[in-house]
């Protein structure tokens, strides 16, 4: 078939990289254990790439209100909002969402992809102007797609390309909706958001901030990275997802601005899609609830963090700019990625694989993802497998 012919460089690679082994998309999870552990091929495998960063999805609090709302309410709405009405737990959700984050207006959607598409979408038109960060994720680039606005990128994380492109924008920077990340999913680099707000306040414009891989993460609250930076009241839209910190499905979007409402009305991805399942909604609100009640699931998740990548930089691996919850480690050369990756399955260890062209500056990663539930010993056990690596192959470029 002649619509198939796109395809054919794809499905080259694929056989060419398959010849070396499974590919992620073919690694079944037979049995998940624990938020940390899996049976991945019938091993035993502590889980190290699953944003699962303060470990809550067997948290029996989290499972209790899942149940009992699976019980009384069903397994699914059947139906998006506009067609079938607002439940009562959407609407608490909502209301909760924006009391977490202080902002008057919460809109929930049923992916954090649909959030922030959703949004980006709606919010700018044929008038507008998209000014992006360069390394944003495939949300926020399909959003621009779909706006009609006129889009440009600036320099990952530089405010001084950021405020020289607005300044080449005159009047219409005000017409410009700014979008950045807060920690950045792939390398696991933060926003110079203090900067960022600053420039965009001088010349008017609007900004979007993505705390997809923030939320539960940074600041006292857990509200992100914005709260981290103390520049909340700079942000106009957050938005985020409930499939990371809160271990469910989900996004949102939260503003100070009563025009949310309005945004409401215009956005495809909220309107023309069914609405999150009451079992999701229950769960999400439970989880929302431990991210205030339990901040030291937080100061473990960072000590985690800190001690894999001190772990990792120490055997000489080339590591993502900063210590986080995300732990890059850069490779070279694709083919040994995938090498790399199935000798750390071998281990008992599951990371993400990500190859060009998802990657940044097109170089392969091995990237793990820390959680609070990760005990240090099996931090330590992510650090021995690398080392290993290493030592018996030589298998990841990129190292001292
Ligand atoms: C920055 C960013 N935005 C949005 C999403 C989409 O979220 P979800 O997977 O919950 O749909 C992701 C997912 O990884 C992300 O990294």
């Not at 926020?140 to 889009?151: F, V």
Request: glycine share 10%; net charge negative; charged share 25%.
């Amino acid at each position: 078939m002649k619509l198939f012919e796109k395809f054919e460089a794809l499905a080259a690679t694929r056989e060419h990289l398959l010849a070396m082994g499974p590919l992620p998309f073919g690694v079944v999870t037979e049995r998940i254990l624990s938020p940390t552990e899996g049976i991945v091929e019938g091993r035993r495998t502590i889980l190290a790439g699953t944003n699962n960063y303060l470990g809550l999805t067997f948290d029996p609090a989290c499972i209790e209100a899942g149940r009992q709302a699976l019980t009384d309410e069903g397994t699914g709405t059947t139906g998006s909002r506009m067609a079938n009405g607002t439940y009562a737990g959407h609407r608490a959700l909502e209301e909760e969402i924006a009391a977490f984050y202080d902002r008057r207006h919460a809109i929930v959607f049923t992916t954090g992809f649909a959030a922030s598409m959703g949004m980006v979408a709606a919010l700018a038109g044929p008038d507008d102007v998209l000014l992006i960060d360069a390394d944003s994720h495939a949300s926020i680039y399909d959003g621009c797609r779909l706006s009609g606005a006129e889009i440009i990128r600036f320099r990952h994380n530089n405010p001084e390309d950021l405020a020289k492109r607005l300044r080449r924008l005159g009047e219409r920077a005000a017409r410009t909706l700014v979008v950045s990340e807060g920690l950045f999913s792939m390398l696991g680099d933060q926003a110079p958001l203090e900067e960022i707000v600053a420039v965009k306040d001088e010349y008017g414009a609007a900004l979007l901030l993505d705390e997809a891989h923030s939320m539960g993460v940074f600041g006292e609250r857990g509200r992100g990275l914005a709260e981290a930076r103390g520049v909340e009241d700079g942000v106009d839209f957050v938005v985020g997802t409930f499939s990371k910190s809160l271990g469910s499905v989900g996004g949102f979007c939260v503003s100070k601005h009563p025009q949310l409402e309005i945004v409401r009305m215009a956005s495809r991805a909220y309107i023309f899609t069914a609405s999150p399942t009451p079992s999701i909604v229950a769960s999400t609100r439970a989880a929302l609830r431990l991210i205030r009640a339990r901040p030291e699931l937080r100061t473990r998740l960072w000590e985690n963090a800190r001690r894999l990548y001190a772990g990792l930089a120490e055997c000489g691996f080339e590591l993502g700019p900063e210590p986080g919850p995300v732990v890059a480690v850069f490779v070279d050369d694709p083919e040994r990625a995938i090498r790399s990756w199935h000798r750390l399955l071998d281990a008992g260890v599951y990371v993400n694989l990500v190859i060009p062209p998802a990657t940044p500056d097109n170089r392969a990663l091995l990237r793990c993802s820390i959680s609070a539930a990760h005990t240090p010993a099996q931090i330590d056990h992510i650090v021995e497998a690398f080392a290993n690596l290493d030592a018996a192959a030589g298998a990841v470029a990129g190292t001292a």
